[in-house]
């Protein structure tokens, strides 16, 4: 099953946030993100919100959910002109999931024309949607690219069969880059491969191979995450029953320079610990509003959003999200308020994952003295903590959690 929701505070029926959460609304990155919770099987690694078709049954099927994210949209444009201010205009819009591609393309149109109606979109708006290979054509690109589209996610994961099987994904080798190159015929500039690596049975040449295959297409971005075993998922129990081994860290690492390496010889270059991309048009505008402090909507079952230091997130399973905003209330199922402590140590974790690195001022003193024998250790660059920026080294991505343990005690 897909992990827990925190636990918070109620959230209010109507949506309304504290007044100070409004406070400079407008003046940070704005961002809306949509969760779409449908995928046509589950991956045995996988533990996101999302639902087959057999384990929804009729209870909610792709017009509720529709349904609901255009009444939550519309309640979310209400929520922020509160404050009294204009409400701010989507910068960047995310749809991601589950298989946001499995809504076909006038689906996902809507969900941009909702935006639009809604929030409104800013002038040259990023605008994302993840696909999955195997629910993509020519046609589908073309109808996304004419509806508003701006960039496309795909999820490769690997090129070798073997490790696809382990993973349990549906589409074959060959697939992703087929559609990646599709999608650029279709005239997308900005197109994404995701790749897991460290899956049991993957070897160096596998990874090698993936490689060869992505920088074939010529996509100017590319994601790569180590696999990581979550509590409850089907990998998780297979490795219990010892079927799989565990993924091993020094292993994790040597694949982690290999890709790092292999990117950077072709002019895609590290932005984030995860996120490689040819120049500065095609990071992922939407995920840096997330690491650099950002506001942003999260629409859907189970989406989390935050605004102002302020965060909640919504009931998980799609019948009750749409019955939810059927009878006109907000979905949100909890939420927090984040003290001026508790962002600055969120400040430390996600700005420090980013090449451009964190400002030192958000260190506290121990923080600095950490910094300092972090530069030492070789985990932070020297010239870079002499500037006032603490910026990870290539042996601090691969233990950027532990660094920023060392920032924050």
Request: glycine share 10%; aromatic share 8%.
């Given at each position: 099953m897909p992990a827990q929701l925190p636990t918070g505070e109620p959230a209010p029926a109507d949506g309304t946030l504290p007044p100070e959460a409004l406070t400079g609304l407008g003046s940070r990155?704005?961002?809306?993100?949509?969760?779409?919770?449908?995928?046509?099987?589950?991956?045995?690694?996988?533990?996101?919100?999302?639902?087959?078709?057999?384990?929804?049954?009729?209870?909610?099927?792709?017009?509720?959910?529709?349904?609901?994210?255009?009444?939550?949209?519309?309640?979310?444009?209400?929520?922020?002109?509160?404050?009294?201010?204009?409400?701010?205009?989507?910068?960047?819009?995310?749809?991601?999931?589950g298989t946001p591609s499995l809504l076909g393309a006038q689906r996902l149109g809507e969900v941009v024309d909702a935006i639009r109606a809604t929030f409104g979109l800013a002038d040259e708006a990023e605008v994302t949607t993840?696909?999955?290979?195997?629910?993509?054509?020519?046609?589908?690109?073309?109808?996304?690219?004419?509806?508003?589209?701006?960039?496309?996610?795909?999820?490769?994961?690997?090129?070798?069969?073997?490790?696809?099987?382990?993973?349990?994904?549906?589409?074959?080798?060959?697939?992703?880059?087929?559609?990646?190159?599709?999608?650029?015929?279709?005239?997308?500039?900005?197109?994404?491969?995701?790749?897991?690596?460290?899956?049991?049975?993957?070897?160096?040449?596998?990874?090698?191979?993936?490689?060869?295959?992505?920088?074939?297409?010529?996509?100017?971005?590319?994601?790569?995450y180590a696999l990581i075993v979550e509590d409850g998922t089907a990998m998780a129990r297979k490795v219990r029953r010892g079927e799989l081994p565990m993924p091993d860290d020094d292993v994790l690492a040597d694949r982690y320079e290999l890709i790092d390496r292999t990117l950077a010889e072709v002019g895609l270059t590290w932005y984030e610990v995860s996120n490689w991309a040819s120049d500065e048009e095609a990071a992922c505008r939407h995920n840096l509003g997330y690491w650099q402090g950002g506001d942003w909507w999260g629409a859907g079952p189970g989406a989390h959003s935050h605004v102002g230091g302020v965060r909640w997130w919504n009931v998980k399973h799609p019948a009750r999200y749409a019955s939810h905003l059927a009878e006109g209330n907000s979905p949100a199922a909890g939420r927090e308020r984040l003290?001026?402590?508790?962002?600055?140590?969120?400040?430390?974790?996600l700005e420090l994952r980013v090449a451009e690195g964190l400002s030192i001022e958000a260190l506290d003193e121990s923080g600095v003295l950490a910094a300092k024998q972090a530069v030492t250790d070789g985990l932070l660059d020297r010239e870079a903590l002499t500037a006032g920026r603490c910026v990870l080294t290539g042996r601090g991505r691969l233990l950027a959690d532990g660094v920023v343990q060392r920032l924050i005690a």
């Open positions: 990155p704005f961002g809306v993100y949509v969760h779409v919770p449908f995928c046509a099987t589950r991956c045995g690694y996988c533990d996101f919100n999302t639902y087959t078709a057999d384990e929804l049954g009729s209870s909610a099927g792709f017009g509720s959910w529709l349904d609901g994210l255009k009444a939550e949209l519309e309640l979310g444009s209400r929520v922020l002109a509160q404050g009294g201010a204009p409400v701010p205009q989507a910068q960047t819009v995310f749809v991601g999931g993840e696909s999955n290979p195997e629910s993509t054509s020519p046609e589908f690109f073309a109808a996304i690219r004419d509806a508003g589209y701006t960039r496309v996610s795909l999820g490769m994961q690997s090129a070798a069969e073997h490790v696809l099987r382990v993973l349990e994904r549906r589409h074959t080798p060959g697939r992703a880059v087929a559609a990646a190159r599709e999608a650029r015929a279709a005239g997308f500039e900005h197109v994404n491969l995701d790749l897991i690596y460290g899956t049991p049975g993957e070897t160096d040449d596998d990874l090698r191979r993936s490689l060869e295959a992505v920088l074939s297409t010529g996509v100017d971005h590319v994601s790569a003290s001026a402590e508790d962002q600055r140590i969120e400040r430390v974790m």
